[in-house]
């Protein structure tokens, strides 16, 4: 694992600083290796070569007792002693350097105790059963899991089953692969004097899988660095071009975020909001990223606002003021208080666009005109936006309010995340090809939109996500009795696409024995949905003879096998119904409504003359007037006359049910409406088509027609013909 390390002193990438809540002197770690061969081993006291890590615990933890620490550093010193690092230095830098990773991002101190040990067992005689016995069953659980990792070749990442492999030895515990992603980075950050080659190679498995593992755990301080670590590697004339941009702009006399920081603390000194703020640099990837999507970077663009709280509240207060006081850029506004983000991301995001420079000022002195991006959020969402599931604390631990809840069960502490859904979907996929190119789809997103249910509670989904993709995040395995999805309160297609903040309602059937279909692997988007469709598919094949069954959710079409006789079968099939309603600048010319389309008061109306000198009227957003209008068709003018009675064709979705037909049409009695005609296809997966023609004695009744026409029982739509 860590013999591939190199010198930390050789010349490599060097990572944009990020801010902390205290500046610590660089960490040598030669010294450390030789106070770790030299330093005191008394019981009495801390080894100078832990103090770091004891110290940075310590700000997180003030009453931590250390003496686990201590007996961890003095069996790793003792076992890995005379062992030593490609660099030459001793061995132990590696997990002291680790360690300290860990205690910087607020571990605690079972974690810390497991991250000094990590490669005793891997690399030492020191057996798993001793490090149960001297640090008990949790330690060995951790030093276990990362044992396993560094068994899984991660040069063969791509392959389906080593991916599988390293994810059953994480096991239910996220802090086994916070020690691995704290490994990594020591290790990304000292391999400088490795042939290219190696470090290519390296830096690509750490972009295609931990990076977006650190990504979805939440961690974000180690993904940033990694970030810029890989970028060195694997694209160093951008990296260079990059630096550069960071050197410029650092020479400036004035640095524009450093003034509209201070007018922030001015303002909400005057509101009375106790705050923090800080102009927080963009790291190297965000700015290459920034410098891509806007071209010539300004002063403003080099770092982002960070104002800190005590609650919740007061980040609405802030976001308020800066609103009131400053000109907000709305299309910049995001709640990830209200609506967390799935790897436990809360802040407020705005911007604000500040004042162009007065024509004396030079550039450099003014921010003239640009756009500040502001975050707000409190110090302990600051805390988890940094650290993830690693300030997420001891998953053994029994929450403060239940003290009786600790009953030595294994609890994830990202239950329920991102972790927790990947092994479930490991366990769940048919077979290994299926979970990795699912797997790889999901690491590949990096953006997640918010759908809401009009019940209640928010589904978080990657963008591209579909109302498939929303039914299985909401049903498991059951959404295979979906039949269909209303989005915004309309009816749509379970294929539909769904964007941040719709609201979706999932339309589902009440036969157990439903079956998905096999198209909708076409447009699933999410590991859940993919992997239990595919699961579904594998376990029943389709006949090779068999086309496969499409269950498209389709609200324009109605394909009619049987008729219920009732009315005009010339109107049934559809040819003008008589409109005494209706009046035309064409005197002695017949007019009808169109059965197309059926207009009735007050819609927007055309006409169009036909054979015989009839007029047939359309509502003006009809198919037909576009194609009679493209062949040069005159229009005719014409209006709404004082006779309200209308004639208007209705389509019902409806679930299958006993006396359905009956209820429909009993409900349309009793709103004093005669049925004209009316079809009803065969029922199809439990769904079934209705279409009613309806002579109206006043278009006023319409609504409350519909309203009592979809309070029927198992219907769940009624429209206007299209």
């Known amino acids: 694992m860590s013999a591939d390390a190199t010198n930390p002193a050789a010349p490599g990438p060097v990572a944009p600083s990020a801010p902390r809540r205290r500046a610590r002197p660089r960490i040598d770690l030669r010294r450390l290796g030789r106070a770790a061969l030299l330093g005191p081993t008394a019981r009495d006291r801390l080894p100078d070569a832990i103090g770091h890590v004891a110290e940075a615990h310590r700000a997180h933890f003030p009453d931590a007792d250390l003496e686990p620490l201590r007996r961890a550093y003095l069996l790793a010193e003792s076992s890995h002693r005379g062992q030593m690092r ?93 020690i691995k992603l704290a490994d990594r980075l020591h290790n990304m950050r000292t391999l400088g004097v490795m042939r290219p080659e190696k470090q290519a190679r390296i830096a690509k498995v750490t972009r295609d899988v931990l990076i977006p593992l650190a990504e979805r755990l939440g961690v974000q301080a180690l993904k940033t660095e990694l970030e810029d670590l890989v970028f060195a590697i694997l694209h160093p004339e951008e990296y260079a071009h990059t630096r550069e941009l960071i050197a410029q702009n650092a020479s400036r006399p004035h640095d524009p975020l450093t003034e509209v920081a201070e007018q922030v603390r001015g303002v909400l000194r005057e509101a009375g909001i106790p705050a923090e703020v800080l102009v927080r640099p963009r790291h190297f990837v965000s700015l290459h990223r920034a410098s891509r999507k806007r071209g010539r970077l300004r002063g403003c663009d080099f770092g982002r606002l960070l104002v800190l709280v005590h609650e919740d509240a007061d980040c609405y207060a802030v976001l308020g003021e800066l609103h009131t006081c400053m000109t907000p850029a ?17 802040s407020l995001h705005t911007a604000v666009a500040l004042p162009a420079a007065r024509p004396d000022t030079s550039e450099d002195a003014q921010a003239d005109g640009q756009i500040v991006e502001v975050l707000i959020r409190t110090h302990q969402m600051h805390k988890t936006a940094e650290a993830g599931v690693v300030a997420l604390g001891n998953p053994y631990a029994p929450p403060a309010e239940d003290p009786a809840a600790g009953d030595g069960e294994r609890v994830d502490p990202t239950r329920p995340g991102w972790l927790s859904r990947l092994l479930d979907w490991q366990q769940a996929a048919p077979d290994p090809d299926t979970f990795w190119s699912t797997l790889r789809e999901d690491l590949a997103q990096d953006r997640e939109i918010t759908v809401f249910r009009p019940g209640g509670g928010t589904l978080g989904l990657p963008a591209g996500a579909s109302c498939i993709d929303a039914a299985y995040a909401q049903y498991g395995e059951d959404a295979h009795a979906c039949i269909g999805a209303r989005v915004n309160g309309r009816l749509a297609r379970l294929s539909t696409v769904l964007k941040d903040g719709d609201t979706v309602q999932l339309l589902m059937g009440q036969d157990p024995a439903s079956e998905p279909s096999r198209e909708w692997l076409e447009h699933a988007r999410t590991p859940a949905a993919r992997i239990a469709i595919q699961r579904w598919l594998t376990a029943h094949p389709a006949p090779a003879d068999d086309a496969p069954e499409t269950r498209e959710d389709a609200p324009d079409t109605h394909p009619v096998s049987s008729a219920v006789p009732a009315g005009s079968p010339d109107t049934a099939a559809g040819r003008p119904g008589p409109a005494a309603a ?74 299958g049910r006993p006396h359905l037909l009956a209820d429909l049409t009993e409900a349309i009695a009793l709103e004093g409406v005669e049925i004209v005609s009316a079809t009803v296809a065969p029922p199809a997966q439990q769904r079934v088509h209705h279409t009613y023609t309806l002579q109206l004695p006043d278009a006023a009744r319409l609504p409350a027609l519909m309203r009592a026409m979809r309070n029927v029982p198992g219907v769940y739509d009624v429209s206007r013909a299209r």
């Open 330 to 346: 709305v299309s910049e506004f995001k709640d990830f208080i209200a609506v967390p983000k799935f790897n436990l991301y809360q």
């Open 582 to 655: 209706v009046a035309a600048d064409r005197p002695g010319a017949t007019v009808r409504l169109a059965g197309c389309c059926t207009p009735v008061p007050p819609d927007r109306i055309t006409a169009f003359a036909v054979r015989g000198g009839a007029v047939t009227v359309h509502r003006v957003e009809c198919a037909a007037v576009v194609r009679m209008k493209s062949t040069g068709r005159a229009e005719l003018d014409v209006r709404w006359g004082d006779n309200a009675a209308c004639r208007v064709t209705l389509l019902a979705e409806s679930f």
């Open 86 to 178: 490609k660099s030459g230095e001793p061995y132990i830098t590696h997990p002291l350097a680790v360690t300290l990773i860990l205690a910087e991002l607020g571990a605690e101190t079972t974690t810390l105790t497991a991250s000094l040990l990590h490669d005793t067992v891997e690399d030492t005689e020191v057996t798993l059963d001793q490090v149960g016995e001297e640090f008990g069953a949790e330690v060995r659980y951790l030093v276990d899991g990362v044992t396993k990792l560094e068994k899984v070749d991660y040069g063969a990442a791509a392959e389906p089953e080593t991916f599988r492999k390293m994810l059953v030895a994480t096991g239910n515990d996220v802090r086994v692969m916070s």
